[in-house]
């Protein structure tokens, strides 16, 4: 089992929808909980971060973290064209195992006019 | 402010080639790393460095070398490039917070394809 599941997509969804994006993970020690968004050809760029469960808002983005399920989500409300791109989770224990994020594979995310 | 920057952006190689890649950021983070992302697999790590002079290795580092001889650089290398080493290889930085998390600052990108 990989330490961290992501749905690849592709997702597709009208503008002005509301997408949920969504990881599991396997390891319990996790603590720290980030999600990048990757535009193409682009490098990812930190969208989101979440420390240990709870929700955190950031305008139409929300993060969500429930660490009894090992699941962590990514909403998007009023989802624009512009939102189109990959959605990475990514993930680290306390302590930092040297700062090596554990990634997802990534959610492709389409949002048409 | 530039971040972190890569050089070159794009490369194309052929089989028993050598190449360097440059990172280099001006964010004074003590962290650095190289991934490779492909198709399906996501993103990889292939090595990494938490200092000056400093070197370990990720997940996918048979073929490649590094070296970080200032802490603003981390430099990878191809000795003898293969086909499967066709990627795009991103270099990050990041630093320890005092929270404990580490969040990773990623460059543009360099396209490399070995023919």
């Known amino acids: 089992q990989k330490e961290v599941e992501q749905d690849p997509g592709p997702l597709s969804v009208p503008e002005g929808a509301i997408v949920s994006l969504n990881c599991t993970y396997s390891n319990s020690a996790f603590q720290y909980f980030m999600w990048y968004r990757q535009y193409s050809r682009k490098g990812p760029e930190l969208l989101m971060y979440?420390?240990?469960?709870g929700n955190k808002e950031d305008g139409r983005f929300t993060a969500q973290v429930d660490k009894s399920s090992k699941y962590i989500s990514l909403f998007i409300r009023d989802s624009q064209p512009s939102d189109s791109a990959t959605y990475l989770c990514a993930m680290l224990n306390y302590g930092g195992s040297q700062g090596n994020l554990i990634f997802g594979k990534g959610t492709k995310l389409s949002v048409k006019p | 402010n530039a971040g972190v920057t890569q050089t070159p952006k794009f490369r194309v190689l052929k089989t028993g080639q050598s190449m360097t890649l440059l990172c280099a950021q001006d964010m004074n983070h003590e962290y650095m790393y190289w991934y490779r992302q492909d198709p399906g697999m996501g993103l990889r790590l292939i090595h990494y460095s938490v200092g000056e002079g400093t070197t370990a290795k990720g997940e996918v580092p048979d073929g490649y070398n590094v070296s970080r001889l200032k802490k603003q650089n981390f430099l990878l290398g191809l000795e003898s490039a293969a086909p499967s080493q066709t990627s795009v290889y991103f270099c990050?930085?990041?630093?320890?917070?005092?929270?404990?998390?580490?969040?990773?600052?990623f460059g543009p990108g360099t396209r490399l394809t070995v023919t």
């Open positions: 979440t420390y240990s469960s």
């Open positions: 990050a930085s990041s630093y320890p917070r005092a929270s404990g998390s580490y969040e990773q600052y």
